[in-house]
Nanobody
């Protein structure tokens, strides 16, 4: 049974930083692209970024480029999302997702497994 469990969310002031973690189990982690998505109240789910199974390729939404960094530790079956210079518009539930394959994707329908999410709130 595949499980993805996010942690590290919280409340920070605008300009602050947070690091999210997503621990995976029940899959061969290095075979999966890992993505981060977010959803704010009343808005559609939005791609944040993704990383290939080897960690050699990453992709980001324009809204977070230069502020967010995705990394992974395949020995620990964990993917991270480092967020700096947080803005109020970054406030959302952040979820990680796993996609069997080699290429990161921005399309949430292409991901096979999802975590339940963690709340990130950046206050102004």
């Amino acid at each position: 049974q595949v499980q993805l469990v996010e942690s590290g969310g919280g409340l920070v002031q605008a300009g602050g930083s947070l690091r999210l973690s997503c621990a995976a189990s029940g899959l061969t982690f290095s075979n999966y692209v890992m993505g981060w998505f977010r959803q704010a109240p009343g808005k559609e789910r939005e791609f944040v970024g993704a990383i290939s199974g080897s960690g050699g390729t990453t992709g980001y939404a324009d809204s977070v480029k230069g502020r967010f960094t995705i990394s992974r530790d395949n020995a620990k079956n964990t993917v991270y999302l480092q967020m700096i210079s947080l803005k109020p518009e970054d406030t959302a539930v952040y979820s990680c997702a796993a996609r069997l394959g080699f290429s990161p994707s921005t399309r949430y329908r292409e991901y096979d497994y999802w975590g339940k999410g963690t709340q990130v709130t950046a206050s102004s």
